[in-house]
């Protein structure tokens, strides 16, 4: 369990910085990933996305295609990361992926939406 948390912890240090370093296989693959960082923390300042206890980001409101497509791209780069560690771990792709949302939810900003277990979105 010990080396799971160590995971976890490993994979939202990643996701909590961005989906940059999920791939490093190319400036134009970067730069996508920063292009969908930058809009996904905008939304989240803006009240449109926000943390979800399961490990994906969410969408709170009414969200531009722009933004949604962002949310998808990074939601995707975490699952792969959550994937490889569960993998390497042994474990259920689901564990990986609610410890690394619990700690996402922990560390989002105050103003920011997050959403817990009840499924409703609150400000934090």
């Keep these: 369990m010990k080396r799971l948390m160590i995971a976890s912890l490993s994979a939202a240090f990643l996701l909590g910085g961005g989906a940059v370093a999920l791939h490093h296989t190319g400036d134009n693959v970067a730069h996508a990933r920063a292009d969908a960082k930058s809009t996904v923390d905008a939304a989240k300042a803006r009240g449109?996305?926000?943390?979800?206890?399961?490990g994906y980001l969410g969408v709170v409101s009414t969200a531009s295609a722009d933004v949604r497509a962002?949310?998808?791209e990074i939601n995707i780069g975490r699952k792969t990361v959550y994937r490889n560690l569960a993998r390497d771990q042994n474990v259920e792709i689901k564990v990986v992926a609610r410890l690394t949302g619990e700690k996402l939810v922990a560390q989002a900003s105050r103003g920011q939406y997050v959403m817990t277990d009840s499924g409703s979105w609150s400000k934090k």
Aim: glycine letters at 10%.
């Design 70 to 72: 962002a949310v998808d």
């Design 48 to 54: 449109e996305v926000g943390e979800r206890i399961d």
